[in-house]
């Protein structure tokens, strides 16, 4: 890649997503579709975090590639101890592929997703 954050040394690859479905600009199950097409990206796995509890969200996220798909709790406490335990297993306790793929090739800043 090029642009302020090519340098993966610096810059390194997350080593889990978060994923809303509701976002502003793009849905998030079309940028799930993107990611698990780039090379250097579709081994991290990506937890689906939203309100939706609809049926077809829960099953077009695990078609196509979600690790995990969680409905967010209303209260903050609940949120915050979602999300410790999302660190617990997927940060700790969770094995996950090493990276394949050259980190270099995703698409930069800017150009579209799609």
């Given at each position: 890649g090029s642009g302020d954050f090519a340098a993966r040394g610096r810059f390194?690859?997350?080593?889990?997503?978060?994923?809303?479905?509701k976002l502003p600009r793009k849905s998030g199950l079309a940028i799930l579709q993107w990611l698990r097409q780039q090379t250097a990206l579709k081994h991290i796995p990506?937890?689906?975090?939203?309100?939706?509890?609809?049926?077809?969200?829960v099953?077009?996220?695990y078609d196509l590639g979600a690790n995990s798909y969680l409905v967010k709790p209303v209260g903050f406490e609940g949120l915050l101890e979602l999300v410790k335990s999302i660190g617990m297993y997927w940060m700790i306790l969770n094995k996950t592929p090493e990276p394949t793929g050259n980190p270099s090739m995703i698409p930069p800043a800017g150009r579209p997703l799609l």
């Open positions: 390194p690859l997350p080593s889990l997503i978060l994923l809303d479905l990506v937890i689906v975090l939203t309100s939706s509890k609809e049926s077809s969200d099953s077009r996220a």
